[in-house]
């Protein structure tokens, strides 16, 4: 769910408008884009639109330099400061390092990305852009791929704690992904670990359920198969 920890006091629409514009990654964003991505489109008055930037930028205060970190709109938009940046752009700029890196390097930045984590990427209401400009379609492959990553790396190292932090974080993005559960089922057959196994399966199961939905041939074949089960 969105929230800037060292500023609490952002909330509700306030939240929705930064976190929106940060999305951004310092690009002006128009006035009608802003209106359609944080109100719904709903018409609002120029001087109700300019209060909440202005409460915003008042709130945000000024660059080391002594800038606004968010402009006064103009004809052409928008612009927040892009050093004012989103987890999601630290990821990102994390595993773009990882992939030019050596084996233990990589595996430290991408648990460095990985840590970010929280929860589902814009689970929250108010947050349907994201949706609709394919941001969190995106996010939610940003993770998956540094999961993979990572967990393949760890466990080339042998290193199975890291291999399951790297699962466990990624289905903290997206639950119920049925390959991070095959591959977290896998890792704990590797650990010899079939109480673990079952677990694993049984909370795939219950995430699934939620969704009125089982779990794949393919995973249920995997799952017997590890913990010696004939159909």
Same mark, same amino acid.
């Not at 540094?146 to 466990?168: G, K, Q």
């Not at 993005?173 to 896998?186: I, K, N, S, T």
């Given at each position: 769910r969105p929230a800037v920890p060292d500023r609490p006091e952002i909330q509700g629409l306030k939240l929705r408008l930064l976190v929106y514009l940060a999305c951004q990654n310092g690009r002006t964003v128009s006035r009608s884009r802003i209106l359609d991505a944080v109100w719904g489109g709903e018409a609002r008055e120029r001087k109700t639109f300019s209060n909440k930037l202005s409460d915003l930028r008042n709130t945000l205060g000024t660059s080391p330099a002594g800038s606004p970190l968010l402009s006064t709109a103009t004809d052409a938009g928008v612009r927040l400061d892009p050093s004012v940046m989103t987890d999601l752009a630290v990821f990102i700029a994390l595993a773009a390092r990882a992939r030019d890196a050596a084996s233990n390097e990589t595996i430290e930045l991408l648990s460095d990305a990985l840590a970010l984590v929280?929860?589902?990427?814009?689970?929250?209401?108010?947050?349907?852009?994201?949706?609709?400009?394919?941001? %969190?379609?995106?996010?939610?492959?940003?993770?998956? %791929?540094?999961?993979?990553?990572?967990?393949?790396?760890?466990?080339?190292?042998?290193?199975?704690?890291?291999?399951?932090?790297?699962?466990?974080?990624?289905?903290?993005?997206?639950?119920?992904?049925?390959?991070?559960?095959?591959?977290?089922?896998?890792?704990?057959?590797?650990?010899? %670990?079939?109480?673990?196994?079952?677990?694993?399966?049984?909370?795939?199961?219950?995430?699934?359920?939620?969704?009125?939905?089982?779990?794949?041939?393919?995973?249920? %074949?995997?799952?017997?198969?590890?913990?010696?089960?004939?159909?």
């Open positions: 929280h929860g589902e990427p814009f689970d929250d209401g108010g947050y349907e852009w994201a949706d609709a400009t394919q941001d %969190n379609v995106q996010t939610h492959d940003h993770v998956l %791929n540094a999961a993979r990553d990572l967990y393949r790396l760890a466990c080339d190292a042998a290193d199975l704690t890291t291999a399951r932090f790297a699962l466990v974080q990624g289905l903290k993005a997206v639950p119920g992904h049925e390959d991070l559960y095959r591959l977290r089922m896998q890792l704990e057959h590797r650990a010899a %670990n079939t109480a673990a196994i079952h677990a694993t399966f049984n909370e795939l199961t219950h995430q699934l359920n939620v969704l009125e939905c089982e779990p794949s041939t393919e995973t249920v %074949n995997l799952y017997r198969q590890l913990v010696g089960r004939r159909s």
